[in-house]
């Protein structure tokens, strides 16, 4: 049983075009990570959430963390090429705990 | 460097040898984790080291795995024995505080070993 699971598991979109991808669970979280990795290379952090129905903006991407949280969504609005990549969820289950647990990602490709 | 590095970035052996992958974390950063990336997966969680307290291996698949973190630096990540099913990209990452709960700890990851058991 996948702890986060992520939908939808590929998209592929037209430049300039909007999405949304999410990541849900049954557990809450203490706080939830994003992270983009593109091929051949580690993730790299995007945004850290960690309070119930927090939205945070990255220029062109909203991140938004559930009331409950035990979901997030991130929004691209006007997706370029260079979003094209593998987005992945992290969550830690607990505030002790420093085990980031992953779900399998979104991988997006954005098409010029 | 800067960032993590990882070594071999490609291994490819015969089942039923041993291999040995290295991680050097960012200077200054007293967590550590190896996590494995399989095809299709995400990340599975395998080790964390933190400073000079003992390792949680909870996510270690089998005890032909072991890792070991040297001057709290360097870690190697050994796999004996090795099957197919290893398979996969190896990623190390460091953090400079560990990430617990609500610590807004970001994982600097390096860019895998890529691991090939034929």
């Known amino acids: 049983t996948q702890l986060l699971e992520q939908s939808p598991q590929f998209l592929s979109i037209q430049e300039g075009e909007n999405l949304t991808v999410y990541c849900n669970s049954s557990?809450?979280?203490?706080?939830l990570q994003w992270y983009r990795q593109e091929p051949g290379e580690g993730p790299v952090l995007l945004v850290t959430v960690v309070t119930g129905g927090e939205v945070k903006k990255l220029k062109r991407l909203t991140f938004q963390f559930g009331d409950a949280r035990k979901d997030s969504s991130l929004h691209i609005t006007a997706a370029q090429p260079g979003d094209t990549g593998l987005y992945l969820c992290a969550g830690a289950l607990g505030a002790g705990s420093y085990q980031l647990t992953f779900g399998k990602g979104t991988k997006l490709s954005v098409i010029p | 460097g800067a960032g993590v590095s990882q070594s071999p970035s490609n291994k490819v052996t015969e089942k039923g040898k041993d291999v040995e992958l290295r991680c050097d974390p960012i200077?200054?950063?007293?967590?550590l984790y190896w996590y494995r990336q399989s095809l299709g997966q995400g990340l599975e969680f395998l080790i964390y080291f933190q400073g000079n307290s003992a390792p949680d291996k909870s996510g270690l698949p089998s005890d032909r795995f072991s890792a070991e973190r040297t001057g709290g630096s360097v870690s190697t990540l050994t796999i004996q024995r090795t099957q197919q099913e290893d398979s996969a990209v190896y990623l190390c990452?460091?953090?400079?505080?560990?990430?617990?709960?609500?610590?807004?700890?970001?994982?600097?990851f390096g860019e895998g070993s890529r691991l090939t058991v034929l």
């Open positions: 200077s200054g950063h007293t967590a």
């Open positions: 990452a460091s953090s400079y505080l560990p990430y617990r709960g609500r610590n807004t700890g970001e994982l600097f």
């Open positions: 557990s809450v979280f203490s706080s």
